[in-house]
Each structure stands twice: as structure tokens, then as C-alpha cells.
């Protein structure tokens, strides 16, 4: 187990990104004469993928840490559930083409997707994501946009921003004429693909005169509306509907609208004081929200919060994840596959302007053995501060420590095991009691990592990666064996007193069994079976073609896993059985 303490900071000497940036957002709080407060802002328009999570993750981190020093940072969650249905997701099961009838309606006037428990489009990925969150230990303020401008929470910013429209279509202005975005803007598509489409909104100017306030119709409840006139002292307000619906309105008592995005932002900046909320790159393009909210934040009496750009998240060695484009992993998703401090460390562990991939196929075994090393190093002592603190990050927050398995073999050993085995858990037990000197006594002592690897298995393993076990010997392959293979499989099943190799019954743990297979090629060259020997080629060549007559005998193939772990799983008899001829 990670020993860590979740009451104070970890990392005095601010050797890894959250330090430093959460001094820079503690100065800053103290600068303006508030609390740090960090926002993260989430559309509900679709599945909250592990690109939009970034959003999540780096406000978090950076607020836990000022927590465990003591400082009363919060961190807000703005659900952006209020913004018009843009367009019809992917890949969401039972929803098609009839959707497009929702388009223009607030996200939480549209249905949910058909089988979900939730009243709204809204509600139904809310819910979900926020699921993941608590698993994440995630601790955060939500706020429904929704509920915030239907409760006229926000009447005097809105009024306040119409009463300054000039000063604010001057601001949009200057930004107006930069070029757009190439194309072969790679960096920049891909984050437009990874974003909710609020970036690209109208700004308002659409209209013979700027407004940066869009009414919702009340007839249609769609946002296909054009304001005709208002009146700045009497707050009236006449709109038209693409629906034919028009009405005078007072704005000071309609609830009925929103702000556009390039207005609503730096205006949520000021009404909760936000002092800290990264982006990334299709905000902070120029002319995007946040490079236009430095100059529109002062109109409600705010500056633009600290706001690093934060890089992409990939999946599977592809740069580009859309919640649009469908298939795009979740958290939830990650969850099934990997332990939850695992993931916070994913993301921990990077700096925010470093992109990075999630692999769920094979590379996954990989980041566990990264994370099972990195373990091993803090229990030895050698970690450096910014792995300590990354891994500290990862197991724990302020107000408490994530569940992590307390008997740790390799990812890639226990998904051999569960494959094998077909996920017996007589047999996985039995194998896994002799993988180490430490011993398992229970499965308990394996999960919640046993429970991932098996959904891995089942789910996620390559096809080509299953090992099947030969039901019989095959002896085809026995009776073609050349004296020297038939040496090698009796060396390794009887041993060789004289040569000090036992017995394979006799070394039934899998560093007995890593001694006897390795030994068996030594033997043949005339060296002792614990001898190390380095960079002999020709030492290598032979138990590579040793190992793939194993697997051609156990297994039918040319490869499988591990040949320690494969003996250890089939069992003494069977291997006997499988390799005598």
C-alpha cells in the first residue's frame, strides 16, 4: 500500500505542475482578495469523454492541493445544460435522425436518450458522468446553467451586458476580422473536434443590431430567434421566432434566454469570482472565448481568471476524441478496465500542455507495469519528488484515500491467469497463491485489480492474445522431436541432480519455474542453471527456440504468455502429460 497523508500538501519543495500552478493561483486569490476558486465547464450534450475530462482533472488536482495546505479552495463544475442542442451525437444507442427535431432546444428541454431513468438529454449524461467522478473521488460544486438563468440568478448581468452591448460588440469587433483557422490546422481541429462546439457559437452579431443575449421562444422553446428591439431603461424587449411566434417581453422579468458564450463566460467569471479555469486550444485560439474574455471580463467588474491551455487526451494512439463523433471513451469506461487512483495518475503524472494517449488493448498492461515501478520506487525510497507527488495525487485527495489492491501482480500476469483459467476462481486462487513468496490467501487480497483485469479480458483482450490450452498432447509434434528437443523437455519436467536442477514438481512457484525454464538452455551450452550470462546470442537463440516448442505443445501456437506463468497455470500434471510423448 501507498502511504500518503491527505492533510497536508505533497510537495513542499513544488517539484511537479500542480504545486507550482496552485502557487501561482494561491498568490493570485490573494491578489484579487478572494477565495481560489477553480471552474471546470462541461457540456451535457454527450457522453463526457476522457478529453473533456482534462477539464475536470487539472481544476481538481490544482484545488486538492491547496486544500491539503489548508486554504479554502473550492472547485466549481458549471454544467453547461442550458446551451442549444447543436447537433445529434454518434454512437449514443437508440437515437437517430429523429433527434434532429430537438435541434435549437435547450439541452435540458431535450428527451433522453430512450431507456434512461432521467427526465432530460441533460440529466442522462450529467448523471452519468458525475458517477464517475464520485468513483474518482472528485469533490466539487455543481451549478445548472439551466437553473441558474431560469431562476434569474443572472437578470442583472444579462441586463448589465445589454445596457453595455456597444462597448461589447466593439471588444467582438476587433476579434471579428482575425482569419479563421486553417484546415491543416492539426492541433486546433482536433481540439474543435474534441470540444463541445461552444467555442465556434455566433457571438450575437448576426442581427442588424448586436445583442449578446439569444431569448428561447416561448412558443417553440427554440432559440431560432431574432431580438428586433430593446429599450435599455424599461428592459423591453421585442423578439421574432423562425416558429412565426413574436412578443414584447420585459427582459428584467423574462426567463426565457441566455447570454452567447463569448458574453456568458467572462460574465460567470465575475459572478463566482473564478480566479483559475484552464482551456483548451479552441478557447484559446485568437479571437476564441477566453482571448476575447480578457477584454470583456473588466465590463462585470472581473479579470480574466489564471487559465492554462491544457493539451489533448488520445485514445488508443488517435489524437482526435469527439463525444460527437461517437465511440469516444468515457471515464467510465477507463474504470472497467483500470483502478481509479491508476487514472488520476494518468493525468497527474503530465503536465498540462503534454498530450497523451489512453490505451485500452495491450498498452494498458504496459502503463501498469509504469505504475506497479513507480510503487516499488517510493516503497525503496528512490521515487523522485515529482513521482512521489504525482503518485500521491493519484491514491489520495484531501478528504480521503482511493481503495487500492493490496497484493499487486502485474496487470499482465493475473489478465494470463484470468485468460487461462476462464476466470475460475478455485484455479486463479491456486495460481496466484504461487506466484510469490508473499502468497495469496484470499482473492479479496487481489481486487479491485483482479476485477478489472478480468473485464479486460473479456472485453478488451486481443483476439490473438487468448491462450487456449492443448486438450491432448500432440504427437505429431513429440514424434518429430530431435535428440536435443527431447534433452531440453526432459531436463525440464525430471531435472538433473548432478546439475542441480530439481524436479519441476519440486519448483512450483514462479521463480522456481523461471529457474527451471531458463536453466534447461544453460544445461544444453555446458553452464550451471543459475548462471548469468549477458549479450550471448547465441545462449538467447536457444531459449527462444526452446520457449516456441512449449508453446507449440502447450498452447498451438508460437507464442502466449510468459512460459513461468503458462506452467504455473496449467498445472504439474497437465504440463507432464502435455510434454511426454
Known amino acids: 500500500m501507498t502511504t500518503s497523508s491527505s492533510a497536508t500538501s505533497v510537495d513542499h519543495e513544488r517539484a511537479d505542475w500542480v504545486s507550482r500552478l496552485a502557487d501561482e493561483v494561491a498568490a493570485e486569490a490573494k491578489r484579487r482578495g478572494t477565495v481560489p476558486l477553480a471552474a471546470s465547464g462541461l457540456s451535457p450534450s454527450g457522453n463526457i469523454h476522457l478529453g473533456n475530462f482534462r477539464e475536470v482533472m487539472s481544476p481538481h488536482l490544482v484545488a486538492d492541493e491547496l486544500r491539503r495546505r489548508g486554504l479554502p479552495a473550492e472547485h466549481i463544475i458549471s454544467w453547461d445544460d442550458y446551451d442549444r442542442f447543436r447537433k445529434v451525437p454518434k454512437g449514443i444507442d437508440g437515437v437517430d435522425e429523429s433527434w434532429e427535431q430537438y435541434v435549437g432546444l435547450p439541452l ?194 472581473w479579470e480574466r481568471p489564471l487559465g492554462p491551455m491544457y493539451a489533448f487526451v488520445g485514445f488508443g494512439g488517435v489524437a482526435k476524441m469527439s463525444s460527437s463523433r461517437g465511440g469516444a471513451p468515457m471515464p467510465s469506461d477507463a474504470l472497467e478496465v483500470m483502478e481509479p487512483a491508476v487514472l488520476r495518475w494518468l493525468y497527474a503524472r503530465r503536465r498540462m500542455n503534454q498530450s497523451f494517449d489512453i490505451d485500452f488493448a495491450s498498452p494498458l498492461q504496459r502503463t501498469y507495469d509504469e505504475w506497479d515501478a513507480l510503487n516499488r520506487k517510493v516503497a525503496a525510497g528512490t521515487a523522485q519528488p515529482a513521482e512521489l507527488a504525482a503518485l500521491t495525487r493519484a491514491t489520495s485527495t484531501a478528504e480521503l484515500t482511493l481503495p487500492e489492491t493490496p497484493h499487486r501482480i502485474p496487470y499482465r500476469t493475473l489478465a494470463s491467469i484470468v485468460d487461462i483459467t476462464t476466470g475460475d476462481e478455485e484455479q486463479v486462487l491456486r495460481i496466484a497463491g504461487g506466484l510469490d513468496a508473499q502468497g495469496v490467501s484470499s482473492l479479496d487480497e487481489l481486487r479491485p485489480r483482479l476485477d478489472r483485469v478480468t473485464e479486460w479480458v473479456s472485453t478488451k483482450m486481443p483476439e490473438e492474445e487468448h491462450t487456449v490450452v492443448l486438450d491432448a498432447p500432440d504427437r505429431e509434434v513429440l514424434t518429430s522431436l530431435d535428440e536435443q528437443q527431447r534433452e531440453a523437455l526432459a531436463l525440464l519436467l525430471d531435472g538433473d541432480a548432478e546439475r542441480d536442477l530439481p524436479r519441476i514438481e519440486d519448483v512450483w512457484t514462479l521463480d522456481g519455474l523461471t529457474h527451471q525454464a531458463y536453466g534447461v538452455p544453460k544445461l544444453q551450452r555446458g553452464l550451471p542453471a543459475d548462471a548469468i550470462v549477458k549479450g550471448d546470442k547465441e545462449l538467447s537463440a536457444a531459449q527462444r527456440a526452446f520457449f516456441a516448442l512449449l508453446y507449440r505443445l502447450l498452447v498451438g501456437g508460437e507464442t502466449g504468455p510468459r512460459i513461468p506463468t503458462l506452467l504455473l497455470a496449467i498445472g504439474p500434471a497437465r504440463v507432464r502429460e502435455l510434454l511426454t510423448a
Open 108 to 301: 435540458t428541454s431535450v428527451p433522453a436518450p430512450p431507456g434512461s431513468e432521467h427526465t432530460s438529454w441533460a440529466a442522462h449524461f450529467r448523471a452519468q458522468a458525475e458517477e464517475s467522478f464520485a468513483a474518482l473521488g472528485i469533490e466539487y460544486r455543481g451549478i445548472s446553467q439551466t437553473e441558474q438563468y431560469t431562476s434569474g440568478a443572472y437578470t442583472e448581468q444579462i441586463l448589465h451586458a445589454m445596457k453595455h452591448r456597444a462597448g461589447i460588440d466593439a471588444v467582438l469587433a476587433k476579434f471579428r476580422t482575425l482569419p479563421a483557422a486553417k484546415d491543416e490546422d492539426e492541433e486546433l481541429q482536433a481540439a474543435l473536434d474534441q470540444s463541445s462546439g461552444a467555442a465556434s457559437e455566433d457571438d450575437g452579431s448576426a442581427g442588424s443590431e448586436y445583442y449578446p443575449y439569444k431569448p428561447y421562444c416561448t412558443e417553440c422553446g427554440k432559440d431560432l430567434t431574432t431580438i428586433e428591439a430593446y429599450d435599455s431603461e424599461t428592459t423591453e424587449m421585442t423578439y421574432s421566432c423562425a416558429c412565426g411566434h413574436s412578443e414584447t417581453v420585459l427582459l428584467r422579468e423574462f426567463r426565457s434566454g441566455k447570454l452567447v458564450w463569448k458574453v456568458d463566460w467572462p460574465m460567470r467569471w465575475a459572478y463566482e469570482k473564478v480566479v483559475f479555469e484552464p482551456s483548451g486550444v479552441d478557447h484559446q485560439s485568437p479571437g476564441s472565448s477566453f482571448q476575447v474574455g480578457l477584454e470583456l471580463a473588466p465590463i462585470f467588474g
